[in-house]
Nanobody, 125 residues
Framework: QVRLVESGGGLVQPGGSLRLSCAAS????????MGWYRQAPGKQREWVAA???????NYTDSVKGRFTISRDNAKNTVTLQMNSLKPEDTAVYYC???????????????????WGQGTQVTVSS
């Protein structure tokens, strides 16, 4: 059974930094893209950043230049470094894997759309 576990959220003042991490565990052969989403109170979940297995990155406009996504393919981890945080960055942040290959009953299978449990990020003075 594949699981995604996030860590690193918390309370920070405007202008501060936080580093979120997500570790994928289980019988994983390979992972395609990994990414981060967030959901603020009363709003829909929105995409924040993504990184391919080859290291190509993409960001939503509101975080460009402030957030950096990276991954360690050997450890199946993805990290989101968040700098110059603003109150509007306050949300629950979720790690996502869009596609992976795992082993079930000795067979390689492709599975889609895994999510972590979420970690709270609060930016407030």
């Amino acid at each position: 059974q594949v699981r995604l576990v996030e860590s690193g959220g918390g309370l920070v003042q405007p202008g501060g930094s936080l580093r979120l991490s997500c570790a994928a565990s289980g019988n994983i052969i390979s992972i395609n893209a990994m990414g981060w989403y967030r959901q603020a109170p009363g709003k829909q979940r929105e995409w924040v950043a993504a990184i391919t297995s080859g290291g190509s990155t993409n960001y939503t406009d509101s975080v460009k230049g402030r957030f950096t996504i990276s991954r360690d393919n050997a450890k199946n981890t993805v990290t989101l470094q968040m700098n110059s945080l603003k109150p509007e960055d306050t949300a629950v942040y979720y790690c996502n894997v869009d596609r992976l290959v795992t082993v079930l009953g000795g067979t390689w299978v492709r599975e889609y759309d895994y999510w972590g449990q979420g970690t709270q990020v609060t930016v407030s003075s």
